[in-house]
């Protein structure tokens, strides 16, 4: 069982950065795939950014690949999302997941990709 505990969600304002970070317990975290996802009121969970086992390969949606930055560091188990330029659209509770991956390379967006979820820490971006 992998355990994750998101961090450093909080108010900003438009333009401003946040940075989330995500610890991770419970197993070897350097065999598992990580994503970010978030799930604004009233929408569905949606994929924000992923990335491989190894640190490799990683992959984002259309509306934040010039604007986040997804790292990990196996050392430490942790996963992170730096977060720039940041509008309201961005508002959420963004969440971390994990999957066991049999690739160093695979990365992966699906919701149902992802067999364990953190609790999710809240952005709030004001305008």
């Known amino acids: 069982q992998v355990q994750l505990v998101e961090s450093g969600g909080g108010l900003v304002q438009t333009g401003g950065s946040l940075r989330l970070s995500c610890a991770a317990s419970?197993?070897?975290?350097?065999?598992?795939?990580m994503g970010w996802f978030r799930q604004a009121p009233g929408k569905e969970r949606e994929f924000v950014a992923a990335?491989?086992?190894?640190?490799?390969?990683?992959y984002y949606t259309d509306s934040t690949k010039d604007r986040f930055t997804i790292s990990r560091d196996n050392a430490k188990n942790s996963v992170y999302l730096q977060m720039n330029s940041l509008k309201p659209e961005d508002t959420a509770v963004y969440y971390c997941a994990a999957v066991s991956t049999t690739s160093p390379f695979t990365v992966l967006a699906g919701v149902g990709d992802y067999d364990y979820w953190g609790q999710g820490t809240q952005v709030t971006v004001s305008s």
């Open positions: 419970g197993h070897t975290f350097s065999n598992y795939a």
């Open positions: 990335i491989s086992r190894s640190g490799g390969n990683r």
